[in-house]
């Protein structure tokens, strides 16, 4: 009997929120995106509206909905979305990963973040085959 172990490749849950906010990139202060489509206490999706770059830095100002706390955070481009795949959301989006947010943000966010669903998956999971071939060999 074969086991394949799936690759974990995310620190956090995302989960499927969209909101609006305002990411601007931190060398001209430009607005470059004002739509979030989902959130993690790490990270978030962003519909952008100018051209960014993977590892610029960006500033995010949000405020999750039903609550009235607003969060102000460093954070980088991690990826960006160039719509070419079918199952990309939107033309163009960005991964921004959280720099500077501290634990007590982070617990809100998860704590508010706690029972929405995450986005549906638009890709089959990964395999992590050499973790698949050591757990086939203790077998």
Do not use: N
């Not at 499927?16 to 489509?37: I, M, P, S, T, Y």
């Amino acid at each position: 009997m074969t086991t394949l172990v799936f690759a974990s490749e995310r620190r956090a849950v995302r989960r499927a929120l969209r909101f609006h906010c305002q990411v601007v990139r931190e060398h001209d202060f430009r607005l470059v995106g004002h739509r979030a489509l989902d959130v993690s206490p790490e990270g978030m999706l962003v519909m952008l509206d100018d051209r960014v770059l993977t590892g610029e830095e960006v500033l995010v100002t949000f405020r999750l909905p039903k609550t009235r706390r607003w969060f102000d955070v460093q954070a980088t481009v991690a990826r960006v979305v160039h719509g070419r795949r079918p199952t990309d959301r939107g033309r163009r989006c960005a991964g921004i990963s959280f720099d500077a947010l501290d634990e007590d943000d982070r617990r809100r966010i998860r704590s508010t973040l706690h029972g929405v669903p995450p986005p549906l998956p638009a890709r089959e999971r990964r395999v992590d085959y050499a973790a698949s071939v050591a757990l086939a060999a203790l077998q």
